[in-house]
Each structure stands twice: as C-alpha cells, then as structure tokens.
C-alpha cells in the first residue's frame, strides 16, 4: 500500500509547480507598466494595482486557511484558479487600460484568486513529505518565481504579446490560461489517508537532528498571543516588502539609471528587462528550492538569519549598481534569490514553532505580512519615483530588512 502513495508524492510536486506558475502572474506585473504609463498612468498608480493585489492575495488567504479542512484543497484550488483567470479576463475584456477597472479585477480580484489558492500545495506538500518540509515548500512555491518569468518574456521579449496584441487581448489570453493551469494542478491536490507517513520517517529522529524540539500543534489563536509569532511577522513585513518594492521598479528605475550612465533608451529597456525577466525571475525560483534545501541542514533560524542580512546590505548598495549592467545582473539575482528564500523559510518556520498539522490555518496569519509588505513597499518605491528619489527607498528598505535579522534571533518555541 505505501508505495503508491509514494508515487503519488510526485504528482503532489507536479501539481504545486502548475498551480504556482500561473499565481506567479502578480510578479509579472512590471511589465505591463510602462505601456500603462504610455496610456497615461503615474508610477504611483501602476504600483496601487500591484500593492492591492498583494494585499488582496494575503489577506483572502487568511480566510483560505480557515476554508481549508471544510471544502478540501481541491476545491478551494480550483475555485481561487476560476477567480484569478476571471479577474484578468474580465479586465482585458473591459479594455486592458482603465485604472478603476484594473485596480478592481486585477487587483481585488486576481489578488483574491491567488489568495484562495496559495496556501493549498504548502499544506498538502508538508503532509505528503514530512520529512523534508523545506524541500518541498520550496519546490511547491518555485513555480510562483519561474511563472513571473514565464508570464514577463511572453508579453515582451519572446511573445511580444503586448506589442502585437494589446494590454486588454493579453489580458485576455493571460485569464484562460491561468484557469487552466490551476484546474489541472488541482487535480493531485489531496492529503494523504490519516496517520500516513513515508516509509521509514521517524519523526523524533528528524526532529533530533535538526535540533527540534518535539512539536506540539498550536491552533491560530495560540499562536497569536506569542511574542514569537510577531518577531516572526515583522521580519517577513521588511523582507518581504523590500522585495516587492524591488519587483515593482525593477524595469522602471534601472532604465532610468542606465540612461543617465549614458546607455541609450532602447538598450536600456531591454537590459533592465533582462535584468527582472531573466536574472530575477531565475533567482527566485532557484531561491525558494535552495534556501528550503539548505533550512533542512541548518535549520530555519540561521537560514532566515543569513537570509535577511544578505538581502538587506545588497538592497542598500542597489542604488550603486543599478547603473551598470554587470551590477544591475548581480543585484537582480541577489534580491531575487533572497526574496524567494522567503516563501520557502516563513511556512517552514511557522510549521518548526507552531506544528506542521495545523500551518495551513496558521500561516496565513504569518503571511498576512506579506500583505502590508506589499502595501508599504511598492508605495513607498512608487512616492519616491515620483519624487525621482529611488535611492531612498532602497536605503530605508535595506535597514529596515536588517532589523529583521535581529528580531528573527529571539524567535523560540513555545513551552507546550
């Protein structure tokens, strides 16, 4: 009987990539801002539409969490697959440019969409293995990274849908082919019979040698009257919207900063669009496998840790080295690969502190920072462009991340 449900841990893996390459749609957004800015819109507004799908996104997955044990992961995957491929069809079908109309669908209501259906391939993944929680966190979330890039070069670069087709027939495509995506994904997303475990995993043993204690389950509202919940919380606000902010002006401030260096308008472009396309985009993906990968080694403490301090001195130096391709290459890969680091550390160290069985209800709440991340990053990077001071947003961020570093050091486990 064990080994096809050891089979099925394989099609669990499938699915999660499927599903979170087409919820990586909201990473995408930059490339649709300068043709919005063309139509007219302000850097602030392209980056309102980004900011309210992110909290859009964290805060319905609160409710998802809750939903999760009535309705079943595959429904609720679905049901989060049809909203989000609704909202961006239904905004290319109302024109693909009006900012009430994109702020609504795309924002409220894609948000929503991803909100409903992130959480499910977290949980399921965790049931399923055990035994390498950071692993599969971070091959479940990968997809989120890669589908920005995915999404980017097909509106750009390698399918030019924007140029030949339009915001509003982009948008379109782009809806159906979320749905899709998703509905298929959920087809393997079920949790494993009660009491299963892979075979061989003891669970003393693993907690042993990574240095856990043995863990008790916490329900949500336990876990919201412990200080650790909110060092927790406020580590990932200043992670999380440092890297937001970075995604937001990822195209627009780098093209600044490149012609300013001299690089002329359209070479400019298409360097910075590599730089989020390519670099970025790759670095996340490859950042949620192999900071999941290196957490299971040295635990979630120290990985977040060295995480944080790494991504909050390169987002202060970016101001430096936006304008110069190599640097622009080097930075992208760093804030992405640490950006990413976090969708595969934050559920692992909720499930470390508070109970694998019960994440899928209690890190929504953790995620919920990555909500007001998504809000006070990209506003801030959109006030400042406007004001034509980008340096200062990735200053402030930057320390603001390495604080982090220092509240996630006082982070224990509750005393059952």
Same mark, same amino acid.
């Not at 329900?219 to 919207?241: C, K």
């Not at 304008?323 to 976090?342: E, H, K, M, Q, R």
């Given at each position: 009987m064990?080994?096809?449900?050891?089979?099925n841990?394989?099609?669990?893996?499938?699915?999660?990539?499927?599903?979170?390459?087409?919820?990586?749609?909201?990473?995408a957004w930059?490339?649709?801002?300068?043709?919005?800015?063309?139509e007219?819109?302000?850097?602030?507004?392209?980056?309102?539409?980004?900011?309210?799908?992110?909290a859009?996104?964290?805060?319905?997955?609160?409710?998802?969490?809750?939903?999760?044990?009535?309705w079943?992961?595959?429904?609720?995957?679905?049901?989060g697959?049809?909203?989000?491929?609704?909202g961006y069809?239904?905004?290319?079908?109302?024109?693909?440019s009006?900012?009430?109309?994109?702020?609504?669908?795309?924002?409220?209501?894609?948000g929503?969409?991803?909100?409903?259906?992130y959480?499910?391939?977290i949980?399921?993944?965790?049931?399923?293995?055990?035994?390498?929680?950071g692993?599969?966190?971070?091959?479940?979330?990968?997809?989120?990274?890669?589908?920005?890039?995915?999404?980017?070069?097909l509106?750009?670069s390698?399918?030019?849908?924007?140029?030949?087709?339009?915001?509003?027939?982009?948008?379109t495509?782009y809806?159906?082919?979320?749905a899709?995506?998703?509905?298929?994904g959920?087809?393997?997303?079920?949790f494993?019979?009660?009491?299963?475990?892979?075979?061989?995993?003891?669970?003393k043993q693993?907690?042993?040698s990574?240095?856990?204690?043995?863990?008790?389950?916490?329900?949500?509202s336990?876990?919201?009257?412990?200080?650790?919940?909110y060092?927790?919380?406020l580590t990932?606000?200043?992670?999380?919207?440092?890297?937001?902010?970075?995604?937001?002006l990822?195209k627009?401030?780098?093209?600044?900063?490149?012609?300013e260096?001299?690089?002329?308008?359209?070479?400019?472009?298409?360097?910075?669009?590599?730089?989020?396309?390519?670099f970025?985009? &790759? $670095?996340? +993906?490859? !950042?949620? %496998? /192999?900071w999941?990968?290196?957490?299971? @080694?040295? =635990?979630?403490?120290r990985?977040?840790?060295?995480?944080?301090?790494?991504?909050?001195?390169?987002?202060?130096?970016?101001?430096f080295?936006?304008?110069?391709?190599?640097?622009?290459?080097?930075?992208?890969?760093?804030?992405?690969?640490?950006?990413?680091g976090?969708?595969?550390?934050?559920?692992?160290?909720?499930?470390?502190?508070f109970?694998?069985?019960?994440?899928?209800?209690?890190?929504?709440?953790?995620? &919920? $920072?990555? +909500?007001? !991340?998504? %809000? /006070?990053?990209?506003?801030?990077?959109? @006030?400042? =462009?406007?004001l034509?001071?980008f340096?200062m947003?990735f200053?402030?961020?930057?320390?603001?991340?390495?604080?982090?570093?220092?509240?996630?050091?006082?982070?224990?486990?509750?005393?059952s």
């Amino acid at each position: 009987m064990k080994n096809p449900k050891v089979l099925n841990r394989g099609y669990v893996i499938l699915g999660a990539i499927l599903i979170q390459l087409a919820l990586g749609a909201i990473y995408a957004w930059s490339v649709f801002t300068p043709a919005l800015k063309s139509e007219g819109w302000s850097s602030e507004n392209t980056q309102w539409v980004f900011a309210v799908g992110l909290a859009s996104f964290a805060i319905v997955m609160v409710f998802a969490g809750k939903r999760l044990k009535a309705w079943g992961p595959q429904t609720l995957t679905w049901l989060g697959g049809i909203i989000l491929g609704a909202g961006y069809l239904l905004a290319g079908l109302t024109g693909g440019s009006n900012f009430t109309a994109l702020l609504l669908l795309i924002g409220l209501v894609g948000g929503a969409g991803i909100g409903l259906a992130y959480v499910v391939p977290i949980a399921v993944g965790m049931r399923w293995f055990p035994d390498k929680k950071g692993m599969i966190t971070g091959l479940a979330v990968a997809g989120f990274g890669f589908g920005a890039m995915l999404w980017v070069k097909l509106a750009g670069s390698w399918g030019h849908l924007i140029e030949n087709l339009g915001l509003s027939n982009t948008f379109t495509i782009y809806g159906i082919a979320f749905a899709l995506m998703v509905i298929v994904g959920g087809l393997w997303m079920k949790f494993p019979p009660k009491d299963w475990k892979p075979e061989g995993f003891q669970e003393k043993q693993m907690q042993q040698s990574s240095g856990e204690k043995e863990s008790k389950e916490f329900t949500s509202s336990e876990m919201l009257r412990n200080p650790s919940f909110y060092l927790i919380f406020l580590t990932f606000v200043f992670s999380a919207g440092a890297g937001l902010m970075s995604i937001g002006l990822m195209k627009l401030y780098p093209m600044q900063a490149l012609m300013e260096s001299g690089i002329r308008e359209e070479a400019a472009s298409a360097i910075s669009g590599t730089a989020m396309a390519v670099f970025f985009c &790759l $670095a996340n +993906g490859l !950042g949620r %496998i /192999l900071w999941g990968m290196i957490s299971d @080694k040295f =635990g979630r403490k120290r990985s977040i840790a060295l995480m944080t301090a790494i991504q909050g001195v390169t987002v202060i130096l970016f101001s430096f080295m936006a304008g110069n391709v190599a640097l622009l290459y080097i930075g992208a890969t760093l804030i992405g690969f640490n950006f990413g680091g976090n969708f595969a550390l934050f559920p692992t160290i909720t499930a470390d502190i508070f109970g694998a069985r019960n994440v899928g209800q209690n890190y929504p709440f953790v995620f &919920l $920072a990555y +909500g007001v !991340g998504g %809000i /006070l990053g990209p506003i801030l990077g959109g @006030k400042m =462009g406007d004001l034509n001071n980008f340096s200062m947003a990735f200053t402030v961020s930057g320390i603001a991340v390495l604080i982090g570093t220092l509240m996630i050091i006082f982070v224990k486990k509750p005393v059952s």
